[in-house]
């Protein structure tokens, strides 16, 4: 059985270094803390969870909620999550708030009532009044892809920005500059952020905003669908879309199928997220990843920073990154 010296061996750092991290009463450097945490992994070390419980008088159990449980997305973060948890010794007790207020509130009342130690939350629905109370009452919490600025040291986000703005310099690099977008919901940040990137790129390249080539969708393959045959009916030229997320682009790929268009021949396309089943289109779709795993590391290692109030390294903006595959053509020799 892995001990922390075989742990602080394999990291290549200090016994102490490892009790550190793992119980998180002192500050560690952000490059330790992933070595530990990797080691941690490969040797299948498990902290003495009924002794810290003991001492503490937690329950050792961390309150998730996400809208739902099935899908690879959800599914991936739940299944990071949970995992890097019981590495330190914590259980998830797990609930799906669906996308409803009075659901994702009734999912976090019920973690309460169990006496949860921290709660970390994938919520969209709930306000940000209510999540900042939760915070003001002394209750750990943790968002995950998302930022509220009264809470911004609780907060685990992604730059949409960033991914909306290289989905679209990608496309324009490849000599396309009429480029339509399907949004997600715009009342969402996410949303909000990845339009603003697409944006900003059109700007940057000296083109100007046509809000008729945008067209607002709700993250699923079925409103990607009607968003794009809103795109059609409307006659606009244009040679890519870039759909912010991979639902809607799955959804986008059906819609221009159907109406007998090549990809990318006729029309080049572009997603977010790189969920599973991108690469498993013909052809293959070109997308910005989403860092689920290197999100939940962060997210998991901040919730043991509230419950043992110290002031380890997060990063709470995380990068996403373009993986080129063949849904985009070069038309640049064509110009």
């Known amino acids: 059985m892995a001990t922390i010296k075989h742990v602080s061996e394999h990291a290549g750092v200090s016994q102490a270094t490892v009790s550190r991290v793992i119980n998180g009463t002192s500050r560690v450097s952000h490059d330790k803390k992933l070595k530990v945490e990797k080691a941690i992994k490969e040797l299948g070390y498990r902290p003495n969870s009924i002794a810290q419980a003991l001492a503490s008088s937690r329950t050792g159990s961390v309150g998730i909620v996400v809208p739902e449980l099935g899908g690879p997305f959800y599914s991936g973060i739940l299944h990071c999550l949970e995992e890097n948890l019981r590495r330190f010794g914590y259980h998830a007790i ?12 009734e999912s976090v009342e019920f973690l309460l009532g169990r006496r949860v130690d921290a709660l970390i939350l994938h919520v969209q629905h709930l306000s940000d009044d209510y999540l900042i109370s939760l915070e003001e009452q002394g209750i750990p919490v943790v968002l995950v892809n998302r930022f509220i600025p009264e809470m911004h040291r609780s907060c685990i986000d992604i730059d949409n920005e960033l991914g909306g703005k290289l989905a679209t310099q990608y496309l324009l690099q490849k000599g396309h ?13 996410d949303a909000r952020g990845r339009l603003q990137g697409y944006r900003r790129a059109l700007e940057d ?12 969708a709700g993250f699923t393959e079925e409103t990607g669908v009607i968003a794009t045959k809103k795109l059609l009916k409307r006659d606009l030229r244009f040679t890519a879309i870039f759909a912010s997320n991979d639902h809607m682009a799955f959804g986008a790929f059906e819609v221009l199928r159907e109406a007998g268009y090549s990809i990318p021949n006729d029309i080049s396309l572009v997603g977010f997220d790189d969920n599973i089943f991108a690469r498993y289109l013909t052809p293959s779709l070109t997308t910005i990843n989403f860092p689920i795993e290197q999100m939940s590391i962060e997210a998991v290692q901040l919730t043991l920073q509230k419950l043992n109030k110290n002031k380890q390294d997060v990063n709470f903006k995380l990068n996403p990154a373009l993986v080129v595959r ?4 070069d038309i640049t020799s064509t110009l």
């Open 94 to 105: 797990v609930t799906a708030g669906s996308n409803t207020e009075q659901g994702q509130r």
């Open 177 to 189: 500059t009429e480029i339509a977008c399907i949004t997600g919901p715009l009342d969402k940040s």
């Open 205 to 216: 390249a000296g083109l100007e905003y046509n809000e008729a080539l945008v067209s607002e």
């Open 326 to 329: 063949d849904s985009v053509k």
